[in-house]
Structures are given as C-alpha cells and as structure tokens.
C-alpha cells in the first residue's frame, strides 16, 4: 500500500514540477507561462500528460525494436525504484543500505540511456547517448566518493541516521554534490545529451507518445530524488524536507533558465582534473580522521 502511495505521489510530483518549471522559467522570461488550462494553469500537467499518451507512436523502420521499447521502460523503473531507499517512519521500504543501493541504481540507468541511443539507428541519437553516458560515468565517480565522505562521518548507509546541516558545515561538498546532480541529471549548463542547438534533441529524438514521456517522467522522477538526497544529507535530514527540497528543485529550474550550456572538455576536464581529485582528497582525510579518533578511544 505504502509502494503505491509513494509511487502515485512521485508521478504527481513529476506532473507538478513540469508546471513549476515552465512557470518559473515563463517569469525569467518575462511572461506568465502556462495559465489557461483549469485555475492559474495548474490543469495543464494534465492535459500535457494526455495528449503524450495519446499521440500516435510512430516507431523507426531500421531501429532496434526490443531495445528501443524497453529502453525507455529501463529509464522510468530504475528513476521510480530509486525512490525506495527514502527513510519512512513505517520501515516499509527504507533499506539499511540505501545510499549503497542508490549508487547502484544510478550507476544501472545509464545503460538505459545508451542502449535508447543506439537502438534507435540515429546518428544524432548516438551521439546524445555517447555524450550522457561520458558525462554520467565521469560525474559518478565524484558523488560516490563525497558519498562515502559522509558515510565514513556518519557509519552509516541509512538515510534516517542523517540529520546535520552539512551545507553549513562543508560547503564545498555541497557545491561539489549539487554540480554533479546536475551533470548526472543531464541538466543544464550539462545538457549535452540533448543539445537542441547540435543534436537536435539528442538520445531521445526518434521517441514519441508514451515512450518518450516514459523517459520524460524518468528524468524528472531523478531531478526530484536528487534535490530530496541534497535535502537529507546536506540540509539536516528529514525535518521539512518538502520544502528543501522544493527549493533545490527551484535551483534547478533557476540554473536552467540563467546558465549557458558548458563546452564538452570544460565539462571532462571539472570531471576529472578538478572534483576527481577534491572528493579523493576529502575522503582520504575523512578515513584518517575516523582513525585517529578510533585509536585515541580505543
């Protein structure tokens, strides 16, 4: 019962944070955004959501058909399934592992996307998914190791055991982790996986109907989490969480609508010549300190 709740909850969520964003991007725009569909626009998710489903699915002569269906169903379960390591007060889903396991679904759903990529026989496609699967594989390696930073302070991979405000005291971990949700997200100023101006919509250009908004849905689902992990690990755990995490998803939205989109060496080379190394280095401090604390009380 709790597993429906929260499923039916995050594809609510998702529906809302579309109108979310397109309001607060209309406003960076200067103009209202979506306002006609029900009150104050707020039937338009709806009505978005329909026409997706109902649209003709129009499916590639020479692509893959196996991998191009199931492609897009890999990308929504493992984004939906990550949401059973959140900490419920009713022990139903929450896992002792959880931030394990969420590396693992994370470091999964890639294949997802490169298998939607060559499957649809694009070039365009290909190159989208090539240019994701880089940038989720380097950024990756920096949320794992300011991962296990916290984990080393806290022994624990239990989120309900994070309830310190990390951002106060480490802030540029906070920063570190907050730019890497953005590149392993594919949002912008990372949004190569899907540059409209190059690739014309990247990995998911030959997708339409249900199946792209399966990897719609998806990618939104991960935005969400991500804001709700910043929130628990950085911003004093589970304490009004709703509302930090509706204001890391803001800053998402923000970030969308104010940043350019990088330059793809500037992006390897934050990758791995500047946050590989910080987070390598914090973690090896960590590991020392927990050490040397150890042995003075023991």
Known sequence: MISLVLLVSVLLGVAFFTLFERKILGYINNRKGPNKVGLMGLMQ?????????????LVPMF?????YYLS??????????????????????????GLLIFLSLTGLSVYGLIFSGWSSNSKYSILGAYRGVAQAISYEVSLALVLLCFVELMMSY?????YLFYMIIMPLMGVVWFVSSLAETNRSPFDFAESESELVSGFNIEYS????????IGEYSSIMFMSYLFSIIFLGGVIFVEIKTLLMMFFFILIRG?????????????AWKVY?????????????LYSFIFSLIF
């Open 276 to 288: 590989l190394p910080f987070s390598l280095n914090f973690l090896i401090f960590y590991i020392c």
């Open 63 to 67: 692509s893959v058909k196996f991998s």
């Open 209 to 216: 109907s249900y199946l792209f908004a399966f990897i719609f």
């Open 258 to 270: 104010t940043l350019p989109r990088f330059r793809y060496d500037h992006l390897m080379y934050l």
């Open 45 to 57: 998710p709806f009505s978005d959501g329909a026409k997706l489903f109902l649209k003709e699915n």
């Open 158 to 162: 239990d989120l309900e055991n994070y």
């Open 72 to 97: 897009p169903i890999f990308i929504l379960f493992f984004s939906l399934l990550i949401w059973s390591v959140t900490p419920f007060f009713f022990h139903h889903l929450d896992h002792n592992m």
